[in-house]
C-alpha cells in the first residue's frame, strides 16, 4: 500500500516523524511518503519557502529507511489540492492499488471545504490521527463521511485500492511547528522537538527568525 502523509511542514519537527513512524508500523507498510505543500490553500504565508521546507524535511528523514519525501507538490505550479495530488498517484499506481492518506483530527476538521472533498475517498483511504482539541463536530460532514467508511481493522486498507477510513489514536508528542516558530523567534532553544540537523540548517539560513552565529 501506498501511504501518504502531507503538510506544511514548516518546519518538520518529531511530532510529524514519529507519528510517520508508527503508522508505518501500524499498517504494515514498508514507507510513508511526507508530502511538503507547495501553497497551503487553506493557510497564510509559510515561514520558509518551498524550497527551504524541502531541504528541511530532506535532512529529517537522511538514513531512516521506512520514510521518504516526494515532493511532486512542489513541482506543481499553483496552490497543492490533495485531490490533484491523489489522481495523479491512482494514475500511476493503477486502478488497484490501495493508496491511503493521513490527515490529523485538526485537518480532518475542515474536510468539507477541501476542493473535490467528496472525491477524495473515492482516490483514496482516508487514515484519521487523533489528535488534542476539540475533535470533530459530531453533527459536521467531516463526521458524517467518517461514521460511513470507517473501518476498525487497519489491514481491511490492503484488501481495496481506496474508499475506507480508518481512525487511529497513536501515542503523539506534544509538538507543533507554529510552537518552534515562535520559540526561535523569542531566542530560545528549539532543541529535541527536530532533529539536530534540520536545527542547524535552520540557522545556517536565519529561518524564523534564527540566529545565524547565536549561542546554540
Ligand atoms: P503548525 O503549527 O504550523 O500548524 P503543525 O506542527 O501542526 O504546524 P502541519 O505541517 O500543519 O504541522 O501538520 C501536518 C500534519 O501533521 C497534520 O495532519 C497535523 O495534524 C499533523 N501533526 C502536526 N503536529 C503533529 C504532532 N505533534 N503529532 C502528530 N501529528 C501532527
Redesign the pocket.
Known amino acids: 500500500m501506498h501511504v501518504i502523509y502531507g503538510?506544511?511542514?514548516?518546519p518538520i519537527?518529531h511530532?510529524?516523524l514519529r507519528?510517520a513512524l508508527e503508522i508505518s508500523d501500524r499498517l504494515g507498510v514498508d514507507q510513508v511518503s511526507l508530502v511538503p505543500c507547495h501553497i497551503p490553500p487553506h493557510r497564510g504565508d509559510t515561514g520558509a519557502t518551498s524550497e527551504q521546507r524541502l531541504k528541511l524535511l530532506e535532512l529529517a528523514v537522511t538514513g531512516e529507511v521506512q520514510l521518504r519525501v516526494d515532493e511532486r507538490e512542489l513541482r506543481r505550479a499553483g496552490a497543492s489540492y490533495t485531490a490533484d495530488t491523489l489522481r495523479q498517484l491512482r494514475q500511476e499506481l493503477g486502478p488497484e492499488a490501495p493508496l491511503a492518506m493521513v490527515?490529523?483530527t485538526?485537518?480532518f476538521a475542515g474536510f468539507d471545504r477541501w476542493r473535490e472533498w467528496r472525491q477524495i475517498p473515492e482516490l483514496a483511504h482516508v487514515i484519521v490521527?487523533r489528535?488534542p482539541g476539540p475533535g470533530l463536530d459530531p453533527d459536521g460532514e467531516p463526521a458524517r463521511m467518517l461514521a460511513e467508511r470507517a473501518v476498525r481493522d487497519a489491514s481491511r486498507l490492503h484488501d481495496q485500492p481506496g474508499g475506507l477510513m480508518l481512525e487511529l489514536d497513536p501515542p503523539?508528542?506534544?509538538?507543533?511547528?507554529?510552537g518552534i516558530r515562535e520559540r526561535i523567534g523569542d531566542g530560545r532553544s528549539p532543541r529535541y522537538l527536530l532533529p539536530d540537523p534540520v536545527w542547524q540548517e535552520i540557522r545556517r539560513l536565519g529561518l524564523y527568525g534564527a540566529c545565524p552565529d547565536g549561542n546554540f
Open positions: 503538510g506544511t511542514f514548516d519537527h511530532g510529524h507519528l490527515v490529523g485538526d485537518a490521527v489528535r503523539l508528542l506534544d509538538i507543533s511547528a507554529t
